[in-house]
């Protein structure tokens, strides 16, 4: 979404960007092609030097974003998060920064915790900065075609005022609700995904060891009710055991732990996400954890021969 003299925006919001990962990266390198002000910042230089060819500024830490009108973090969990933007924080409670800032999480985080986080900013800049958590769905591929499900809690007027730039990183973008209801609607993603490709890989394995061709099996599912896109982009690896990461399974296992952590807060039974839980707990204890999503059918294959690893 290119911004134009139409724009109802005085000026563009300058926005920071911190953590340019597999997902992170893609996405930042989207928000310079629709013009936004963007400034990056990440631990390794690599991504640094290719987001400053691309056309976005360099900061040399988390502290320099201050004066960011959006501040984005795309880390792999809160605790790094928090730590990454305690900096920030500390240079906010000797001068706050300007009324309507908003930080936003875009990472699979807890729903309690991005609420107390959310407390923490709040006491931070006086009140003048708020948290939405805006957690995405789609993968790498999603991150690089601009095409990602970002899911939102928080303030509704922050949401509206902050929708343009999420606008340019996804095409399905919704606020769900107040802050934490981003990440509740993530983990539920994550709940149907990790027990969808489970499920695909325990079907994989038992269809091979009978002596089916998982691959034509495939096929036929996809045209019948068990067709998603779950099986179209993970029924191939799974059938071809092409478990090459484009994000690291066990990253599922706290996804997962979060549906059960959300679930327990309100007395909702969780006997998929339980078990699902366990599963991915199992993938990382077999030193998976690295490795693609998919790989859960080595896990499952393990478990039917004794812990052996199945023939590639």
Known sequence: MTQTTDS???????????????????????????????????????????????????????????????????????????????????????????????????????????????????????????????????????????????????????????????????????????????SLAKACNQLLVGTTMAALAEAAELAESSGMDVPALFEVLAGGLAGSNVLRLGGPKIAAKDYTPTGPAKFMHKDLGFVLESAAAVGSATPMASAGHALYGTLKDQGLGDQDLTVVRETIARLGTGNKPSPR
């Not at 056309?55 to 990454?84: H, K, Q, W, Y």
């Not at 923490?120 to 993968?139: C, F, L, M, N």
């Not at 499900?149 to 107040?178: C, K, Q």
């Open 8 to 182: 109802p925006r005085q000026a563009p919001p300058a926005i920071g960007f911190v953590g340019l990962g597999h997902m992170g990266a893609p996405m930042a390198a989207n928000l310079l092609r629709a013009d936004w002000d963007v400034t990056v910042w990440n631990r390794s230089a690599a991504a640094l030097e290719w987001l400053a060819a691309e056309g976005a500024r360099t900061a040399s830490g988390v502290a320099e974003l201050r004066d960011a009108n959006v501040i984005i973090f795309m880390l792999p969990d809160l605790g790094f998060i928090e730590e990454a933007a305690e900096p920030l924080l500390a240079a906010w409670r000797e001068a706050p920064p300007t009324q309507g800032t908003v930080v936003v999480i875009m990472s699979s985080v807890s729903p309690q915790a991005v609420q107390v986080f959310g407390a923490r900013v709040a006491e931070a800049s006086g009140g003048r900065a708020t948290v939405i958590d805006a957690p995405v769905s789609g993968g790498t591929v999603g991150a690089e075609k601009g095409t990602l499900a970002i899911m939102a809690g928080g303030d509704a007027a922050d949401f509206e005022r902050i929708a343009p730039v999420l606008d340019s990183m996804g095409t399905t973008v919704r606020l769900l609700g107040p802050l934490g209801s981003g």
